[in-house]
């Protein structure tokens, strides 16, 4: 891609780690891209409160908004 600043053509793939939680402690998901070697070459990780999803209003506990 010519906009890209940085590229990696090699061969990667996605470890994706979850870090449940009971509601209103905090929950976890780390997106970790890795090479062939095993070599991290770049992650972010994603938290929130388990259970509490935002409206206009007010945060709500309990189930969030999908969860059946």
Sequence with gaps: MS???VRYTGYSFLAIDVEPAWPGRR???TVR???NDG???DRFTLRRT???HR???ASVLGADPGDV
């Design 3 to 5: 906009w890209s600043r």
């Design 27 to 29: 929950t976890t998901l």
């Design 33 to 35: 891209t890795l090479r």
């Design 39 to 41: 070599a991290e070459i």
């Design 50 to 52: 388990a259970g509490v």
């Design 55 to 57: 409206s206009r209003h």
